[in-house]
C-alpha cells in the first residue's frame, strides 16, 4: 500500500511540474519522507505517523483544489456491516503463553513445541512494537496445525498397507532381484513422499525414520544390498511402531491446541 501511495504522489508531482502547478507539486513531493516513514516494515511505525501522513496528503487535497477549482470528494461508502476483529494486547497473549508454559513444565503434560512456537512469533510482535493480536489470526495457526497434523497421519494410515505388503514380497523373495522393479520403485516414491510430508509438518521422528527407510530401499532397489528375512522383520515392527508414534504425537498437538485454546478470551 504505501508502494502505491508512493509512486502515485511522485507521478502526481511529476505532472504538477510538467504543468506548471507550483503549489501541488510542493505538496507532493513533501509527502515522499512521510511515505517512507510507513514503508518500512521492519521499523517501529507509531499512529503518529499515520496521522503526518494523512495530513500531508490532505494538503495535497487542498493543492490540487485550488488549483484546478474542482473538488476531490470520495464517493459515500456504505459502512461495512462486518463487525471489527476481535483483538488481544500482545503483551496479555504473552503472559497467558507463558502461563500455559509453565503448567506444561510442571505437569510433563506438552510433548509438543506448539506452546513454545506460538511463545515465540508473540515475543517477536512484541519486538517489532505490535500491540493487539488477532484473535482470527490465532485461531487460524491452530486450524491449520490440525489439518496438517490429521492429513499427515491420514496419508501415513493409507500407505501403511502398500509398505507393508512390499516388505513381505522382499522377505518372501529374499532379494531384490525377484521383485518386480516397479514395484520397488513405487515403494521407493511412496516412502519420499511420506518423508517429505513429515517435514511438512515438523514430525521429526517421522520424517527420520522415513528417511532410513527411504536410503534403504533405495540401496536394495539398485541390488547393492542383500537383506535377510529378520532385517525385514524389524522393518515392518519399526513401521507399525512409527505409525503409533505418529497417532500419539497428533495427539499430543491436539492436547496442546485445546490446552492454547482454553486459556484464550472468549470473543465477545
Not at 495535497?60 to 476531490?72: E, N, P, S, Y
Not at 470528494?73 to 461495512?80: G, R
Request: glycine share 6%; net charge negative.
Amino acid at each position: 500500500m504505501a508502494q502505491t501511495i508512493k509512486v502515485g504522489v511522485t507521478n502526481l508531482g511529476g505532472s504538477a511540474a510538467t504543468l506548471k502547478l507550483s503549489d501541488v507539486e510542493r505538496a507532493s513531493f513533501s509527502a515522499l519522507p512521510f511515505v517512507e516513514a510507513v514503508q518500512d516494515p521492519s521499523a517501529r511505525i507509531s499512529t503518529d505517523d499515520f496521522i503526518a501522513l494523512c495530513k500531508q496528503l490532505g494538503h495535497i487535497h487542498g493543492a490540487l483544489t485550488r488549483a484546478t477549482g474542482v473538488t476531490f470528494e470520495a464517493e459515500d461508502v456504505p459502512a461495512s456491516s462486518e463487525d471489527p476483529p476481535t483483538m488481544i494486547p500482545t503483551k496479555e497473549f504473552l503472559t497467558l503463553l507463558r502461563g500455559l508454559k509453565d503448567e506444561g513444565i510442571t505437569s510433563n503434560a506438552f510433548h509438543r513445541n506448539l506452546v513454545q512456537t506460538m511463545l515465540a512469533q508473540a515475543e517477536g510482535l512484541m519486538e517489532r512494537g505490535v500491540e493487539q493480536c488477532n484473535m482470527s489470526s490465532i485461531h487460524e495457526f491452530l486450524e491449520r496445525s490440525a489439518e496438517g497434523e490429521q492429513g499427515f497421519l491420514d496419508v501415513v494410515r493409507q500407505e501403511l498397507p502398500h509398505l507393508t505388503a512390499i516388505i513381505q514380497t522382499l522377505k518372501a523373495s529374499g532379494d531384490a532381484l525377484s521383485t518386480p522393479s516397479s514395484d520397488l520403485q513405487n515403494a521407493v516414491e511412496r516412502v519420499a513422499q511420506l518423508w517429505s510430508a513429515a517435514q511438512q509438518v515438523n514430525a521429526s521422528h517421522a520424517m527420520l525414520f522415513f528417511m532410513g527407510l527411504h536410503s534403504l530401499l533405495t540401496i536394495v532397489t539398485q541390488h547393492r544390498m542383500l537383506v535377510g528375512a529378520t532385517r525385514y522383520d524389524a522393518i515392518q515392527a519399526r513401521l507399525d511402531q512409527s505409525l503409533k508414534g505418529i497417532e500419539e504425537w497428533a495427539a499430543n498437538g491436539r492436547m496442546e491446541r485445546i490446552a492454547i485454546q482454553r486459556v484464550l478470551p472468549c470473543a465477545s
